[in-house]
C-alpha cells in the first residue's frame, strides 16, 4: 500500500491512502500540540484493532454474539531496552462460549497480520528518489532468480522471466504494482491480491500451484485488463480524453448513426446483427460511448478480425462493455499462449452456464486418476481435513469441451461452492478448478457460499448467472449432486503432442467453435510489449444478456451525469427536469449515483453512499415539495442500509417534515427538545433542508471537471498513462 505524507504545521502530519486520510500529532511534552495520536499510538492501536478483528470474524462466522467481549493490549517496555517490548493482548469471553470456541478465538487473534508482521521483522529499504510520482519501480516481493528457470505447463517463458517481463511493462508505463496480500491456507494452492499503488481501483487477483505461478497470473490479468480498458469499463474517462483525437485506440472509428436513430452502415456483420438485433428494435443511441459521452462524434467502434475469413468486423465499445465483461480477455509470453488462456476462460463460463442452467449432474473423477496428481490430493486432503467435503467432477460433457470442476461443502453452514477450470490439459484444468477455488479466500470466508435448491428458477435466473460469473457464489442445484451422471467420464487431453504447444492447443480450441458453428472475433493488442488479445464468440461467450442493449445499457449515465456532477449549479426548473427523468426512468431507487453515471466518489462520504433514492429526496427537500420529500424519507428509513449518521440525520426530517405539514404543529415548541436528542448541529442542517436555505446537506460541491473527486482523478490518471502510451506507439508506426 502506498503512503503519501504532507507535512501540516508544527509537527502535525498528514498520511494519505486509498480513501483516507490520518492525522498524527506528538504530545504538548514533545512540543506538539497534543491534537492527535503520535505515530507510534497508531501502531500500537493496530495490533489491538487487529486482533480485535480476527475475533470479530471467528464469531460472525459461528453466529457468536460479540458484545460481551471484551479485549484489551498493553504494551511492557524493558527498562534497559525501550525497543524490547511485550505486547500483552487480554480478551474477557462470557462464561456461556464453549471451551472449543475459547480456543478458536484465542487461534484466531494469534493470526492477526500485524502481530505476524511484527514477529517476522520487517525490511525497511530507505532512498532518495527524484520525484515519486514518476519513480515507478516495482514494488513486487518476488524478484526474478538468474539461477533459476521454473517452467510450467501452458507458459512459453520461464515463471522468472515472465515475471521480469511483465514488471518492466508496467513500470515503463509509470505504475507501481504492489503486492496487497498474499494467501496459501492449503498445500499447493497460493492467490495474491495485486494493485496499482497510486491507484488502488485498478486490481487482479492471481492463482497457482506456486507463488511464482500466482504471481504470473495477476501480472498478466492486469496487464489483458490494461490492454482491454477493463478497469475503465463504464468509467468516465473526463472532458480531457473525451474530447481527445481518440478515446480508447488510435484505430477506433465512429459512426453516425442514421436517419430515425437506425443503426449506421459499417458497424458489425450479419452474423451479429442477428444476434444483438434479432427484432430490429437496437437504435444507434443505445451504442453511444459510455466513457466519453460523445453522442456528437457518433459511436466508437472497435476493428476486430473475423477469423473465418479475416475480414475486419467493427464492434461499438459500448456493446462490448455491457455485455462481455472481462471473459474473453488476456495476455501472455506468446500470443498463442494468450489465445489458449482466452478460449480456455471462454468454453469455462459457457459449460458452466450450460451446466448450472440446464442442471446437469456431472460424473466424479475417479480416484486412480486423481492419484496421478498428488499435489492436487495433498491440497484436497488439506480441505477435508478443515471439515469440507471435497467432489472433483469431469465438466468436459462427454469429452467435448476441456473443463473440470471442484466442488467444495461446507457442512458448517449447508452452502456449496462449484469451482471450475479450463484448459487443454485435463492436470492444468484441474489445477485451476482448485486455485481458483480458494484465491482470495479464508476458510472463514466459505461461509458466505450460499446452499443449493430444487427451485429451478432461482437457478437459471440471468442474474444467478453473473454471480457465478463475478465470484462463482451463484446458486448451484441439488441435482447437480445427483449420483446418476448426465455423462460419462473421459479422461480427455486436448493438449498438443509436439514442441509449438500453444500454437497447437489454439487450433484445437477454435476448431471446436467452428465445429459448433460459431464465428470468432479477434483483436490483438502488442503495443505494451507483451501480445495480449481479446476475443468475442457472439451468442456463446457474453456474460449479461443481450436485451441490455437497450433496457439496462450502462450509456443511461449520459442521461444525468452532466447535471448530477453541477447539481448545486443547476437552477430550480432543472432541478424539476433531473428529477422529473429520475422518476420516469423506472430505475431502482437504490441505484448507487457511482453506478449510475459512472463517477468514483470517496465511499466514506455522503456522495459515496448516495443511491437515486436520495438523491430524489434531497431535490425535493431543495425544491421545497415537502410531500414527495416525506415519502423518501420515510422509504429511506424504512429500507435504509446507509450511515448511522445519515440515518438520523433523515429521522430528524421526517419529523421536521411532519411538523411542516401539520396545520395545528409549529416547529418551535418542538425544536428545544429535537436539538436535545439530534443535537444542535444537525437540527441546524435538519430546518435549513426543510425550509430552503441548506441545499443538498453532505454533498460536497463538483462539477463535470470532477473537483475534489480524488478517487477517479486518480483513476483517470492511470488511463492517462496507457492513452499516451497508444498516442505514442501510434506516433511511432
Known amino acids: 500500500m502506498e503512503i503519501n505524507v504532507n507535512f501540516l504545521d508544527n509537527l502535525r502530519l498528514e498520511a494519505k491512502f486509498d480513501d483516507f486520510t490520518v492525522i498524527t500529532d506528538q504530545p504538548i511534552r514533545y512540543k506538539g500540540d497534543g491534537s492527535a495520536p503520535s505515530p507510534f499510538d497508531y501502531f500500537l492501536a493496530s495490533s489491538a484493532l487487529c486482533a480485535a478483528y480476527f475475533?470479530?470474524?471467528?464469531?460472525?462466522?459461528?453466529?457468536?454474539?460479540?458484545?460481551?467481549?471484551?479485549?484489551?493490549?498493553?504494551?511492557?517496555?524493558d527498562p534497559e531496552n525501550r525497543y524490547n517490548q511485550i505486547f500483552k493482548i487480554q480478551v474477557e469471553l462470557p462464561e456461556d462460549i464453549s471451551e472449543k470456541d475459547r480456543q478458536g478465538i484465542l487461534r484466531s487473534i494469534d493470526r492477526c497480520t500485524v502481530k505476524k508482521v511484527v514477529q517476522t521483522g520487517p525490511e525497511f529499504q530507505i532512498e532518495t528518489v527524484?520525484?515519486?510520482?514518476?519513480?515507478?519501480?516495482?514494488?513486487?516481493?518476488?524478484?526474478?532468480?538468474?539461477?533459476?528457470?521454473?517452467?510450467?505447463?501452458?507458459?512459453?517463458?520461464?515463471?522468472?522471466q515472465t515475471i521480469a517481463n511483465m514488471t518492466k511493462i508496467l513500470a515503463d508505463l509509470g505504475m507501481k504494482i504492489e503486492i496487497a496480500s498474499w494467501r496459501n491456507i492449503v498445500p499447493h494452492v497460493w492467490s495474491l491480491h495485486i494493485r496499482d499503488a497510486a491507484s488502488p481501483m485498478c486490481f487482479t487477483n492471481g492463482k497457482g500451484a506456486t507463488k511464482e505461478a500466482a504471481l504470473c497470473s495477476a501480472l498478466g490479468e492486469f496487464i489483458e485488463r490494461l490492454n482491454c480498458n477493463f478497469f475503465y469499463n463504464d468509467q468516465f474517462f473526463g472532458e480531457e480524453i473525451a474530447n481527445s483525437e481518440f478515446v480508447h485506440y488510435p484505430n477506433e472509428k465512429w459512426f453516425v448513426p442514421g436517419p430515425d436513430d437506425a443503426l449506421p452502415d459499417g458497424i458489425l456483420d450479419d452474423y451479429c446483427l442477428a444476434i444483438y438485433n434479432p427484432d430490429g428494435e437496437l437504435a444507434g443511441s443505445n451504442l453511444i460511448d459510455t466513457n466519453s459521452g460523445r453522442a456528437d462524434r457518433g459511436i466508437c467502434s472497435l476493428p476486430f478480425v473475423r477469423k473465418s475469413d479475416g475480414e475486419v468486423v467493427y464492434f461499438p465499445s459500448n456493446l462490448i462493455e455491457n455485455l462481455y465483461l472481462s471473459n474473453g480477455m488476456s495476455a501472455g509470453n506468446t500470443l498463442p499462449e494468450a489465445q489458449v488462456q482466452c478460449l480456455s476462460e471462454i468454453f469455462e463460463r459457457a459449460v458452466k452456464k450450460q451446466i448450472i442452467e440446464q442442471e446437469i449432474a456431472l460424473p466424479d473423477v475417479p480416484r486412480t486418476?486423481?492419484?496421478?496428481?498428488?499435489?492436487?490430493?495433498?491440497a484436497i486432503a488439506e480441505l477435508e481435513k478443515q471439515g469440507f467435503p471435497i467432489l472433483v467432477k469431469d465438466a468436459s460433457l462427454g469429452g467435448q469441451f476441456p473443463v473440470m470442476c471442484v466442488t467444495l461443502m461446507n457442512p458448517r453452514t449447508g452452502g456449496v461452492f462449484a469451482s471450475f477450470g479450463a484448459h487443454p490439459s485435463f492436470h492444468v484444468a484441474l489445477e485451476r478448478s482448485l486455485t481458483e477455488l480458494m484465491q482470495g479466500r479464508s476458510f472463514e470466508g466459505l461461509n458466505d457460499v450460499p446452499p443449493p435448491t430444487f427451485n429451478s428458477l432461482a437457478v437459471t435466473e440471468p442474474q444467478n448467472f453473473v454471480e457465478h460469473f463475478i465470484d462463482s457464489t451463484g446458486v448451484v442445484s441439488w441435482r447437480f449432486f445427483s449420483a446418476k451422471p448426465d455423462y460419462d467420464f473421459v479422461e480427455w487431453d486436448f493438449s498438443g503432442e509436439h514442441q509449438d504447444t500453444n500454437a497447437t492447443e489454439a487450433t484445437h480450441l477454435f476448431d471446436i467453435l467452428e465445429e459448433m458453428g460459431k464465428e470468432v472475433y479477434i483483436a490483438v493488442y502488442e503495443d505494451l510489449g507483451a501480445p495480449a488479445c481479446r476475443i468475442l464468440v457472439p451468442g456463446y461467450s457474453e456474460v449479461y444478456p443481450v436485451e441490455d442493449l437497450i433496457w439496462d445499457n450502462t450509456n443511461k449515465a449520459l442521461d444525468y451525469r452532466e447535471d448530477i456532477l453541477n447539481l448545486h449549479s443547476l437552477s430550480d426548473d432543472a432541478l424539476e427536469a433531473l428529477v422529473d427523468r429520475l422518476e420516469e426512468s423506472q430505475l431502482d431507487n437504490y441505484e448507487t449515483i457511482i453506478n449510475l453515471i459512472g463517477v468514483e466518489f470517496d465511499e466514506n462520504t455522503v456522495w459515496g453512499q448516495l443511491t437515486i433514492l436520495e438523491l430524489k429526496l434531497l431535490i425535493y427537500l431543495a425544491l421545497q415539495r415537502h410531500e414527495e420529500a416525506l415519502e423518501l424519507v420515510e422509504t429511506f428509513l424504512q429500507y435504509n442500509d446507509n450511515t448511522v449518521e445519515r440515518g438520523l440525520f433523515y429521522q430528524a426530517v421526517n419529523a421536521v417534515l411532519e411538523i411542516a405539514l401539520d396545520d395545528e404543529l409549529e416547529l418551535e415548541d418542538y425544536l428545544a427538545n429535537l436539538q436535545r436528542m439530534f443535537g444542535e448541529e444537525v437540527m441546524a442542517a435538519v430546518v435549513g433542508s426543510v425550509n430552503g436555505s441548506v441545499r443538498f446537506h453532505g454533498l460536497t460541491p463538483t462539477n463535470m471537471q470532477l473537483e475534489g473527486l480524488d478517487k477517479h482523478l486518480r483513476l483517470i490518471d492511470s488511463y492517462k498513462k496507457l492513452h499516451a502510451a497508444r498516442a505514442a506507439k501510434y506516433v511511432q508506426s
Open 55 to 77: 475475533v470479530r470474524v471467528y464469531c460472525l462466522s459461528r453466529d457468536i454474539p460479540t458484545h460481551n467481549i471484551r479485549l484489551s493490549q498493553n504494551n511492557i517496555v
Open 369 to 378: 486418476v486423481l492419484e496421478q496428481y498428488p499435489d492436487i490430493c495433498e
Open 130 to 160: 527524484e520525484n515519486l510520482a514518476e519513480d515507478a519501480q516495482a514494488l513486487l516481493m518476488v524478484q526474478p532468480d538468474a539461477e533459476h528457470r521454473t517452467f510450467i505447463e501452458g507458459k512459453d517463458l520461464p515463471l522468472e
